[in-house]
Each structure stands twice: as C-alpha cells, then as structure tokens.
C-alpha cells in the first residue's frame, strides 16, 4: 500500500550528536515537509520541499538540515546546534497538480526524539 | 500572514451527545481549511477540507465542519460521539502559493462513557 515510512519510531541521542531521521513515501508525491510537535504548541514547520533538489527553511530551521535527492526520501538531520531537540518529529507530503493540489497533506506515523 | 486559532485545549463530551470542535481563522483572501485527527504517538490523519462550494463539509468517520465566512469559523461537528473519538483534533489553513499548512495548538477531545 502507498504511504509514508518514517524511522525510527523512537530515538535517544547524547548532547552533541547529530542524528538524522529518515522519511521515504511511495505515493509519488512531489512536496514533502518536516514538522515538529511539541505539547501544547501544535505543528511547527522545519523544512519543505517542492521538487527534488530544492527545499526551503520553514519557521524553526535553525539547527536542522535536510537534502532531497530523490524524490521518494527527504531526510532530515537534528545538529548539535539544535538547543532543544527533544520531541515529536511528522514528515508529510503532498502531491501537486489536479486535485492533489489542494493542499491535503499526508503524514507518516513520526519519530520520537529524546535527547539524553 | 494566515493563522488559526483552537480556543479550547480540552473539550468533554458524554458519549451519544453531540460534539464541536472549535476553529477559527484568518487570513487574506479565499481559506483552505482543513481538519486532522492525531492518536496518540501516531501520525495526523485527515478528517476533511473546505476549498469552496458548500458551507457544510462531510468527512470520514462521521464528522463534518461548517465554513462560517462572517464569523471566520470552521468548526468540527459530530452528531453522536463515541469513545473512540477521544483523541488529538488540529484546525489548519494553507498559506501561500507554497501550499503550506499552518496549524492551531489542537484540541483534546475526551469522550466519557
């Protein structure tokens, strides 16, 4: 079945270590996005993608870096630069064109992050 | 710039009664709104969107929104709540031509027995 696959589920990480989560969809979409959950704050926006090749900071970048070199993966690295990196990270995507075009996102089932 | 807003962080709900889900929105010019529902530790699922055409939405499990222009609403309806509905609900409304989606803080939705 079609659909996002994010992992891992769970991750713990030492201060100062990178790590990068992975998001991989089938759906053949051409957008994906990174979103970060915390309590009580709803969904804020880390990076998006358009189209291979290119992405865009979103409002919380700093401290995050993603590539996009194909069109089905779009992972994304928390850095040490990263002063609170501990929560609930959703990748999504979204086709575009006809009535994919909309705006409805699709998400994957998300990475938890705990920073020990 | 586009934002929404939940005003209530919590709402309860004795099952078999009816249930609202409060939105509302602004933004410049025509609202793509949309409703998703987050289980605990899993992904958002969507509900249901209003683009245009009717002021009422039907989505799945039974929900449907109502589209308010004058009082800048969207709010989630269910005519007979049932336990499993207990969940995480977020409004949210696309900006831009980059088809970003800004969401509300969400609303806990606790469904009694």
């Known amino acids: 079945d079609g659909g996002i696959t994010q992992s891992p589920k769970y991750l713990f990480r030492k201060e100062g270590q990178n790590v990068t989560l992975s998001c991989e969809q089938n759906?053949?979409?051409?957008?994906m996005y990174w979103y970060r959950q915390d309590p009580g704050q709803g969904l804020r926006l880390i990076y998006y993608?358009?189209?291979?090749?290119?992405?865009q900071k979103g409002d919380i970048a700093e401290g995050y870096s993603v590539s996009r070199e194909k069109k089905e993966s779009f992972p994304l690295t928390v850095t040490s630069a990263q002063k609170n990196p501990t929560a609930f990270y959703l990748c999504?995507?979204?086709?575009?064109?006809?009535?994919?075009?909309?705006?409805?996102?699709?998400f994957g089932e998300g990475s938890r992050l705990t920073v020990l | 710039a586009q934002s929404v807003a939940q005003p209530e962080d919590q709402v309860n709900v004795a099952e078999g009664n009816p249930l609202t889900v409060k939105c509302t929105y602004s933004v410049s010019g025509n609202p793509y709104l949309f409703w998703y529902v987050q289980y605990p530790n899993r992904g958002l699922q969507f509900l249901l969107k209003?683009?245009?055409?009717?002021?009422l939405v039907k989505g799945s499990y039974g929900f449907e929104a109502e589209f308010n222009k004058s009082q800048t609403s969207f709010h989630l309806k269910k005519p007979s709540a049932l336990v499993s509905d207990s969940a995480l609900y977020f409004c949210a409304v696309r900006e831009g031509g980059y088809n970003k989606l800004i969401f509300g803080a969400g609303t806990r939705l606790a469904v009694h027995p």
């Open positions: 209003y683009i245009t055409g009717d002021n």
């Open positions: 999504a995507s979204r086709g575009t064109g006809g009535s994919m075009g909309t705006g409805e996102l699709f």
């Open positions: 993608s358009q189209i291979v090749n290119d992405f």
């Open positions: 759906l053949n979409h051409d957008a």
